[in-house]
């Protein structure tokens, strides 16, 4: 198929998180059909509730900082779905995607015709199947694999990793994961491997004792000095037992800190130079993630799509703006907690505007203010017509379009 069609095929297998089916078998079948390509070269798995995405750019980018030739797959995409499937740090053509599909389709259709599975791989499991049959091709030395939806039965988690990261855990797709930090933390605990090393990032102390391996690193036992927060990043040094690693990061949010760390730690386990590590994580980028996108007035793109996201966001709004006029641009989708998220956001927005994706999970915007009343409010049923608002944001205002990775998608294009 050419690629419009194949896209086309994709969306008509459901929405990926709707029709999500956990479980590894329907993924092993079809990868051994196509001769197991995630065992082609080593990989690093991450898991998290937050973060996991940036702590995969961070590590992309420095292993090709090294010398690697990287493979990054990552999701939701923003506006392409090839950029779920990367190499050498940038997404694949859209040739090669489409070249992919018919591959991995085709042995879906011979496995469904032998019997051995009972209906088409879902969205996620074939592009994830894609993924690893175009890191084959491109012959990656390095892959960076983040989990699509909590852990142990991600359709990732059929890879035998070098390394294993889980990125702070919070309360986020319940209905799948269970009702408890503790429940979620045991699916995102499924990752870990025997004999292979896990570096643990911040976590909440309640859930600690559910991650365990034999070679664990947690990352709260490094000592964080002379930190400086900025509206574009941070600067700090971590030290233990006689390593010093000085990271600049370049992704905004205090809760960066975190995850160039736990980014930076990994790269260490693995033997990567602090001098490498410093370097590459000075050159990651993560668009849609409190990501500065235009200047006069400012305005960030932020995809914090839950609670806890949300009050990084507004820990961000309240360290660097007190006292500015902040405009929000906000849609979000009917599965999120929209009264924890926008509690955190709206009681500082001096304008808001609500939105909605062009997506059938998108919330509408009167559920939004019927559920989250406000003073000063406008809806745009269109993410173009919010966007077009901003012009008459005042220059000294800040901005920022939040609530759902699909809502910055659709508003990344248009403000660059």
Same mark, same amino acid.
């Given at each position: 198929?050419?690629?419009?069609?194949?896209?086309?095929?994709?969306?008509?297998?459901?929405?990926?998180?709707?029709?999500?089916?956990?479980?590894?078998?329907?993924?092993?079948?079809?990868?051994?059909?196509?001769?197991?390509?995630?065992?082609? #070269?080593?990989?690093?798995?991450?898991? !998290?509730?937050?973060? &996991?995405?940036?702590?995969?750019?961070?590590?992309?980018?420095?292993?090709?900082?090294?010398?690697?030739?990287?493979?990054?797959?990552?999701?939701?995409?923003?506006?392409?779905?090839?950029?779920?499937?990367?190499?050498?740090?940038?997404?694949?053509?859209?040739?090669?995607?489409?070249?992919?599909?018919?591959?991995?389709?085709?042995?879906?259709?011979?496995?469904?015709?032998?019997?051995?599975?009972?209906?088409?791989?879902?969205?996620?499991?074939?592009?994830?199947?894609?993924?690893?049959?175009?890191?084959?091709?491109?012959?990656?030395?390095?892959?960076?694999?983040?989990? !699509?939806?909590?852990?142990?039965?991600?359709?990732?988690?059929?890879?035998?990793?070098?390394?294993?990261?889980?990125?702070?855990?919070?309360?986020?797709?319940?209905?799948?994961?269970?009702?408890? %930090?503790?429940?979620?933390?045991?699916?995102?605990?499924?990752?870990? &491997?025997?004999? +292979?090393?896990?570096?643990? !990032? %911040?976590?909440?102390?309640?859930? &600690?004792?559910?991650?365990?391996?034999?070679?664990?690193?947690?990352?709260?036992?490094?000592?964080?000095?002379?930190?400086?927060?900025?509206?574009?990043?941070?600067?700090?040094?971590?030290?233990?037992?006689? @390593?010093?690693?000085?990271?600049? #990061?370049?992704?905004?949010?205090?809760?960066?800190?975190?995850?160039?760390?736990?980014?930076?730690?990994?790269?260490?386990?693995?033997?990567?130079?602090?001098?490498?590590?410093?370097?590459?994580?000075?050159?990651?980028?993560?668009?849609?993630?409190?990501? %500065?996108?235009? +200047?006069?007035?400012?305005?960030?793109?932020?995809?914090?799509?839950?609670?806890?996201?949300?009050?990084?966001?507004?820990?961000?709004?309240?360290?660097?703006?007190? !006292?500015?006029?902040?405009?929000?641009?906000?849609?979000?989708?009917?599965? &999120?907690?929209?009264?924890?998220?926008?509690?955190?956001?709206?009681?500082?927005?001096?304008?808001?505007?609500?939105?909605?994706?062009?997506?059938?999970?998108?919330?509408?915007?009167?559920?939004?203010?019927?559920? #989250?009343?406000?003073?000063?409010?406008?809806?745009?049923?269109?993410?173009?017509?919010?966007?077009?608002?901003?012009?008459?944001?005042?220059?000294?205002?800040?901005?920022?379009?939040?609530?759902?990775?699909? @809502?910055?998608?659709?508003?990344?294009?248009?403000?660059?």
């Amino acid at each position: 198929m050419d690629f419009p069609s194949s896209v086309q095929y994709l969306y008509s297998l459901g929405n990926e998180v709707k029709t999500i089916k956990l479980g590894l078998e329907p993924i092993r079948h079809l990868l051994a059909a196509l001769g197991n390509p995630q065992n082609s #070269c080593p990989v690093i798995h991450v898991a !998290g509730t937050n973060g &996991k995405g940036s702590v995969c750019s961070m590590l992309e980018s420095t292993l090709r900082e090294e010398g690697f030739r990287t493979g990054f797959y990552t999701s939701p995409h923003l506006v392409n779905p090839t950029e779920r499937i990367r190499v050498a740090g940038q997404p694949v053509s859209e040739h090669d995607f489409s070249r992919a599909f018919d591959v991995v389709h085709a042995a879906a259709n011979s496995l469904l015709s032998a019997g051995s599975i009972d209906s088409h791989p879902t969205y996620f499991e074939t592009v994830t199947a894609m993924g690893f049959w175009l890191f084959r091709e491109a012959k990656v030395e390095r892959l960076v694999v983040e989990v !699509g939806l909590g852990g142990r039965l991600d359709a990732t988690n059929i890879v035998d990793p070098i390394l294993s990261i889980i990125t702070p855990v919070d309360l986020d797709h319940q209905q799948y994961l269970g009702d408890t %930090l503790e429940q979620i933390a045991g699916e995102k605990a499924g990752i870990i &491997k025997p004999g +292979r090393p896990v570096v643990l !990032g %911040l976590q909440h102390p309640e859930i &600690k004792h559910l991650f365990v391996s034999d070679d664990l690193e947690d990352v709260s036992t490094w000592q964080i000095s002379e930190l400086e927060l900025r509206v574009d990043g941070c600067h700090y040094r971590a030290t233990k037992e006689g @390593v010093e690693l000085e990271i600049d #990061c370049p992704l905004a949010g205090g809760h960066q800190v975190g995850n160039s760390l736990a980014a930076a730690v990994a790269l260490n386990r693995l033997g990567i130079s602090p001098a490498t590590i410093r370097a590459g994580i000075a050159k990651a980028v993560w668009p849609g993630r409190l990501e %500065l996108i235009r +200047r006069d007035p400012l305005v960030y793109l932020d995809g914090a799509h839950n609670a806890s996201a949300a009050r990084r966001l507004r820990q961000f709004m309240d360290r660097h703006f007190q !006292g500015r006029e902040i405009w929000i641009v906000f849609g979000v989708m009917r599965d &999120k907690d929209v009264t924890e998220i926008a509690g955190e956001l709206f009681p500082v927005a001096s304008r808001l505007i609500l939105t909605r994706a062009n997506q059938q999970r998108s919330l509408e915007t009167e559920s939004i203010l019927a559920l #989250c009343p406000h003073p000063k409010v406008q809806i745009c049923e269109q993410v173009q017509d919010a966007v077009a608002l901003l012009a008459t944001a005042p220059k000294d205002a800040v901005v920022f379009i939040t609530g759902s990775l699909f @809502v910055v998608g659709e508003a990344r294009p248009l403000l660059q």
